[in-house]
Every structure is written in structure tokens, then in C-alpha cells.
């Protein structure tokens, strides 16, 4: 068997799962991108738009073309912000509360179908090497002189 690099893995995994959620977002007239950013958004209180970006890992001009296609699709509402004038909240409309659901059920599916398939074992390690690279990665500990230990 061919080895294959970490980055491989995560790559091919991401996408093949990127894809199943694009094709099932589709069968509700949307994207994996705007379900996600509905599951980012705080269905009570609503979140700076400010805070979106950085929770989502987005760039802040890819997520502005979303929000706007959202608010379009009447899926988000921008209300200012009443602690900072210069601010403005993203929140939920009743349209968007409902696809919120939606979302959060096909996540739910894909997460208990694989618990379903993997072991607890095998999902704490999974989780455990996650944990690491999240930390090499944040720490940038990756390309520094002392990377490999």
C-alpha cells in the first residue's frame, strides 16, 4: 500500500465531505457554505458581523458575498449594534431559524452515522491527533527549527 502524507488525508476527507454536504444542501435549495454560516450565527442573540469571519475561518469578502446573498434569500437581517454604534448584528429571520434547523439536522445525521460506523476508541484518537495539529498549527510550530521533535 502507497503511503499517504496527513495532509492528503485531510485534504481528499474534507472535500469527499464538503461534497455531501453541498449535494444535500442542494436538495434545499442551498450550499454548504450558507448552512454553515446559519449554524454560526447565535439564533438568540444574534452575532457581530465582525465576529462571523474569524469564527467561520472565512476571509471577510468571501462571507460578505454570502451575508448579502442571505439577506437576499431573506434567510439574515442586519440590525446595528446597540453596545457599538459602528457595529452591525447578524440575526436570524423566522425563514432562517427554519433552514437553521435544517442544517443543524443533516450535521447531525453525518455526525451520527459515523459515530454509528467508528468506534469510541477510534473517534477519541481521532479527536487527540485534531487537537494536536490544531495546536502545532496555532503555535506555528510547524515550519520553526525546532518542529520535529
Known amino acids: 500500500m502507497k503511503e499517504i502524507t496527513i495532509d492528503y488525508a485531510l ?11 453541498n449535494e444535500e444542501a442542494k436538495k434545499f435549495d442551498s450550499t454548504m457554505a450558507v448552512g454553515f454560516t446559519l449554524l454560526s450565527i447565535d439564533p438568540k442573540t444574534g452575532t457581530p458581523s465582525t465576529a462571523l469571519g ?24 442586519r440590525r446595528p449594534n446597540p453596545k457599538d454604534g459602528r457595529g452591525v448584528l447578524i440575526y436570524l429571520t423566522a425563514f432562517g431559524l427554519e433552514k437553521r434547523k435544517d442544517s443543524k439536522d443533516v450535521v447531525l445525521k453525518f455526525n451520527d452515522t459515523v459515530r454509528a460506523n467508528v468506534s469510541q476508541e477510534k473517534l477519541d484518537g481521532f479527536f487527540e491527533v485534531m487537537e494536536v495539529i490544531n495546536q502545532l498549527v496555532s503555535e506555528k510550530n510547524i515550519f520553526s527549527e525546532n518542529s520535529v521533535k
Not at 462571507?63 to 448579502?68: A, D, E, N
Open 11 to 21: 485534504r481528499a476527507t474534507w472535500q469527499s465531505v464538503a461534497r455531501m454536504y
Open 54 to 77: 474569524p469564527k467561520m475561518g472565512m476571509e471577510a469578502t468571501s462571507l460578505s458575498r454570502i451575508l448579502k446573498r442571505m439577506e437576499e434569500l431573506g434567510l439574515i437581517e
